[in-house]
């Protein structure tokens, strides 16, 4: 899911539609459920009622939130959300009867908002995040935008942005990252987070949030500092790679930096899959990193390995991170002896 209400140029500040009507019933009715496990076939009836009744209000240009891969998202009011499909009728026909509850699989999760509240037919109710801005470059931007817009936007409006999140948010993700990795729901399946769009992580006021679905997949442990990496310095839209980031490094740096010290607080695997190197080599080669993506890795695996306390470890690592943006190689290879020999 991509969404924002942070457009790229300054416009005139916009008026806020009142909403009134089934929609806002609607709302009122949601709300009502949203922290049930099961429901009355009563309180069935009546929310498919209201939702039929609500979903051409719903479907409309005021209302409209933003577009991603898979749908566009609608506001029902300040708490939900619709994702309605890109590509399929949406009407009172096939919202039908098939009502079913979310089942709060992710309810652990401190971060994310992906998890559908209901659905109905095709179409999935989600909480509404709010006023918000999506990592890299918000789609509904970027197919519009010429290269030189795009490095503007990415080195001037989404590095210095995402630069200025506190550590402990970006601790937060990780975490739920690790989390996410210790769930299975089933034997020899594993949920994954789904890292093809870096407008899957948004910004609201100073919190990251992931939004869209998780996959289930064979492989364990795919929620790593890689996959962090791929969402937030590797891409800028779904297909597009970012670009250098021009006078934008050293807010770029620091975002490698609170990736790299939340993955290590929270415990994350690096570079699970092969996947995850080519992210490494990639956003390591666009901060200027002149060391290689291997000799990064095993470093800090090393740290993992030969330093149990982990707030000294942090420390540790903090320092080699620095170490490798001022370029003082030999300075450092003193200390790294020191700490590995």
Partial sequence: ?????????????????????????????????????????????????????????????????????????????????????????????????????????????????????????????????????????????????????????YAGTYLPRFASVPQSSYTKVAQDFAILNKLSPAQRRYYSFDANNPNNIV?????????????????????????????????????????KPGEGLKDARTILKKIILAAEKAGLPHNPQIKDDASWEFALRNCSVKKGYAEVLSMLNKFREKIPDKAQRLKEIEGYIDELFSAQEEAFGVQKNRLFR
């Fill in 1 to 153: 899911m991509q969404i924002t209400n942070t457009p790229f140029s300054q416009p005139l500040r916009p008026v806020r539609p009142v909403f009134r009507g089934p929609a806002k019933e609607l709302g009122k009715s949601l709300n009502d459920v949203f922290q049930k496990t099961t429901i009355t076939p009563e309180e069935k009836t009546a929310l498919i009622d209201k939702f039929c009744n609500a979903i051409r209000e719903i479907i409309s240009p005021e209302r409209f939130i933003g577009g991603g891969c898979n749908g566009s998202v609608y506001k029902i009011d300040d708490k939900f959300v619709a994702k309605i499909p890109k590509y399929e009728a949406v009407n009172q026909n096939t919202l039908g009867q098939n009502l079913e509850l979310g089942n709060n699989v992710f309810k652990s999760l401190k971060t994310y908002f992906g998890e559908k509240v209901l659905s109905l037919g095709n179409v999935s109710v989600l909480r509404n995040i709010g006023e918000h801005t999506p990592a890299g470059i918000p789609e509904t931007l970027l197919k519009s935008m010429r290269l030189d817009l795009i490095k503007d936007y």
């Fill in 203 to 243: 910004l609201s006021g100073k919190r990251l949030i992931l939004t869209d679905q998780i996959n289930v997949i064979g492989k364990p442990e795919t929620n790593s500092t890689g996959k962090l990496l791929e969402l937030l310095l590797v891409q800028v839209g779904y297909g597009y790679n970012a670009p």
